[in-house]
């Protein structure tokens, strides 16, 4: 079957990179895990093996009928032919692990999405485009540092794992992949998702321009010295706590 282009398909054939993903999974059989794309199931017959409880979430309707014939015999799995991007895990008490080798086309909004929803998540663990791995755990000052780096920093603790050439896949991307996990922090910072999210949009919006330019229309410069921070600093140089607390004083004054 050809590998679609639309749907991110680059099936991981490299059994060294797979042992090393699931190793960093560490499936255990009281987990309840979560792989998005399972694909042909590289990943999921050793994750199946551990006997978690395995929920597998693949939109390509092709794929439902290879992935029902090696794993719909084992009561631990099972199958969704769903769009991951409409996944809601709010529903559910137990906190799930969500995996996989996610499709890069739509890593960011999957991102986002499982941000929404990391109450009922308690690690992630994902291969993705490298660069965004090292946008997720960028540092303030440093030309990676954004928005993904802000809004993951702020529920998860993010650990960068192994590099992954484009030879371990079938396509080749034609990019480098990175493993990493994202471990839900316990007590984040008590601040409203979407204030936080709209307000880093807007401070990132024009990475030139001073904070004070970007955020004009919705915080004064009292209220960033109040954070601590320089009114002609820019968004890049903002630590997370300085981003959160900016967002309780927004949170505060509407
Ligand atoms: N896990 C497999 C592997 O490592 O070989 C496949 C990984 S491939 C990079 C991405 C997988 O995600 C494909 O199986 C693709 O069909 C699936 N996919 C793409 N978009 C999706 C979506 N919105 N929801 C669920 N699965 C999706």
Same mark, same amino acid.
């Given at each position: 079957?050809?590998?679609?282009?639309?749907?991110?398909?680059?099936?991981?054939?490299?059994?060294? $990179?797979?042992?090393?993903?699931?190793?960093?999974?560490?499936?255990?059989?009281?987990?309840?895990?979560?792989?998005?794309?399972?694909?042909?199931?590289?990943?999921?017959?050793?994750?199946?093996?551990?006997?978690?409880?395995?929920?597998?979430?693949?939109?390509?309707?092709?794929?439902?009928?290879?992935?029902?014939?090696?794993?719909?015999?084992?009561?631990?799995?099972?199958?969704?032919?769903?769009?991951?991007?409409?996944?809601?895990?709010?529903?559910?008490?137990?906190?799930?692990?969500?995996?996989?080798?996610?499709?890069?086309?739509?890593?960011?909004?999957?991102?986002?999405?499982?941000?929404?929803?990391?109450?009922?998540? @308690?690690?992630?663990?994902?291969?993705?485009?490298? @660069?965004? $791995?090292?946008?997720?755990?960028?540092?303030?000052?440093?030309?990676?540092?954004?928005?993904?780096?802000?809004?993951?920093?702020?529920?998860?603790?993010?650990?960068?794992?192994?590099?992954?050439?484009?030879?371990?896949?079938?396509?080749?991307?034609?990019?480098?992949?990175? /493993?990493?996990?994202?471990?839900?922090?316990?007590?984040?910072?008590?601040?409203?998702?979407?204030?936080?999210?709209?307000?880093?949009?807007?401070?990132?919006?024009?990475?030139?321009?001073?904070?004070?330019?970007?955020?004009?229309? $919705?915080?004064?410069?009292?209220?960033?010295?109040?954070?601590? /921070?320089?009114?002609?600093?820019?968004?890049?140089?903002?630590?997370?706590?300085?981003?959160?607390?900016?967002?309780?004083?927004? @949170?505060?004054?509407?």
């Amino acid at each position: 079957m050809k590998a679609k282009k639309s749907l991110g398909q680059n099936f991981l054939h490299d059994e060294g $990179v797979i042992h090393n993903i699931v190793k960093i999974i560490n499936p255990k059989p009281t987990d309840q895990i979560i792989e998005i794309g399972p694909g042909h199931g590289a990943i999921t017959q050793y994750l199946q093996a551990s006997g978690a409880a395995l929920h597998l979430i693949e939109l390509d309707q092709d794929l439902i009928p290879i992935l029902q014939q090696k794993f719909d015999h084992f009561k631990n799995v099972t199958i969704h032919h769903k769009d991951a991007l409409k996944l809601e895990l709010d529903t559910v008490n137990d906190p799930y692990k969500v995996v996989g080798n996610l499709p890069y086309n739509i890593s960011s909004p999957l991102l986002i999405s499982f941000l929404y929803q990391s109450p009922q998540i @308690e690690q992630m663990i994902f291969m993705l485009q490298k @660069e965004v $791995v090292q946008r997720i755990c960028a540092e303030p000052g440093s030309k990676l540092f954004g928005r993904l780096s802000v809004m993951l920093q702020h529920r998860f603790d993010c650990v960068a794992h192994l590099s992954i050439a484009p030879e371990a896949f079938n396509p080749r991307p034609k990019v480098d992949s990175q /493993i990493i996990q994202l471990t839900t922090k316990v007590n984040p910072t008590d601040v409203k998702l979407p204030v936080l999210e709209s307000l880093v949009k807007q401070a990132f919006a024009m990475r030139r321009k001073t904070i004070r330019n970007n955020l004009k229309k $919705v915080i004064s410069v009292e209220q960033l010295e109040a954070a601590g /921070i320089d009114p002609s600093q820019r968004a890049e140089t903002i630590s997370l706590g300085q981003f959160e607390k900016l967002a309780l004083l927004v @949170e505060q004054s509407v």
